[in-house]
């Protein structure tokens, strides 16, 4: 081939680079032109549900577009993430999920449709919401230690329920049984409220489930006592409820559940990054604020790289959980 010919194949490739980077940047410039559409992989009515459509209506008014909410339950949540991991990677399509179906499923099932670490790229966190150890407002226990003590004296005595097999719960309570050298045997459960149900009947020495589920039923008058939460701070509408790392565990303190927003991989970084903004700013709502602590969570809107380190954190965490207890299978 003629040296000419090389020269201007190369302009002619130089031109064509040029113009899609153009392209590329008046796309993200011009972003959104179209509604989007935010999966999730939940039942319509619950609170994540809520959660998602709520921040919808305030994205939605701030970006200048319609966000449509489509709800696709099932296979442990897999369904729905697995519609937005499979999307054109344009930031049309997302998805707003808790954190259990990407940190734990990867763990626990035996075939993922796609690959969270490659097919999925993090947005924008939501919110947090920490884990409570609760136990009957009769319970002889006052604190965590005497709880822990009590355990320690009777192993296998004491039980603890949870709103499933593998879930953020469940691994939480086998987390306490390592740092605190006892052996509570779990009791899975379909969901928070039967959990509590029991806990109150008497059937479970504890539970451990999210905040929000718990909220309704600790404080004065509550039939529940709250004797320690996973958060590096106490709870503003529950300032006597200790942390575990201020009941002598704080490796417990970070182990908390989460929303987040993911987007499929190879989303370009400035659309990513113009979306974890306006999440943020959609955030700072008061009144969008106040529906997340209905539901027991805090507003966070932590941004694209710093959420990554949480979910890789997460994934690897809730993973040591998994393996230190010999494994979990869900499917």
Not at 67 to 88: R, S
Not at 309 to 331: E, H, N
């Amino acid at each position: 081939m003629k040296w000419t010919s090389l020269a201007a194949m190369a302009v002619s490739a130089a031109a064509t680079l040029s113009i899609g980077t153009a392209a590329n940047a008046q796309g993200a410039a011009g972003f959104p032109s179209k509604p989007i559409k935010v999966m999730v992989p939940l039942s319509p009515g619950g609170g994540v549900d809520t959660v998602t459509r709520k921040l919808g209506e305030k994205l939605g008014a701030q970006l200048g577009k319609p966000i449509i909410v489509e709800n696709k339950p099932g296979a442990a949540g897999t369904l729905g993430i697995d519609a937005a991991a499979k999307a054109p990677p344009d930031g049309y399509t997302l998805v707003l999920t808790a954190g259990s179906a990407i940190a734990i499923n990867p763990h626990v099932l035996r075939k993922m449709p796609y690959d969270t670490a490659k097919d999925l790229v993090p947005v924008a966190q939501v919110g947090t919401t920490p884990l409570v150890l609760l136990v009957n407002a009769n319970h002889p226990a006052k604190t965590l230690r005497e709880f822990i003590a009590a355990a320690k004296a009777k192993p296998k005595d004491a039980t603890f329920g949870s709103y499933g097999n593998a879930s953020v719960g469940h691994l939480l309570g086998e987390a306490i049984n390592k740092a605190a050298g006892i052996d509570m045997v779990h009791v899975p459960y379909k969901g928070a409220a039967p959990a509590i149900t029991d806990l109150i009947g008497g059937q479970v020495s504890a539970v451990i489930t999210d905040f929000g589920s718990a909220r309704a039923h600790i404080g004065p008058g509550g039939k529940l006592r709250a004797l320690a939460l996973s958060a590096n701070k106490r709870a503003a509408n529950f300032p006597n409820v200790p942390t575990f790392g201020e009941e002598g565990l704080p490796q417990l303190d970070s182990m908390n559940g989460w929303l987040g927003v993911f987007a499929p991989a190879k989303t370009p970084k400035d659309i990513v990054d113009k979306l974890a903004a306006e999440i943020g700013k959609a955030l700072q709502a008061p009144e969008l604020k106040a529906g997340l602590a209905e539901l027991g969570y805090e507003a966070t809107g932590t941004p694209t790289d710093k959420f990554a380190v949480i979910v890789k954190q997460d994934t690897d965490r809730w993973g040591a959980v998994i393996k230190s207890v010999g494994g979990i299978t869900l499917d």
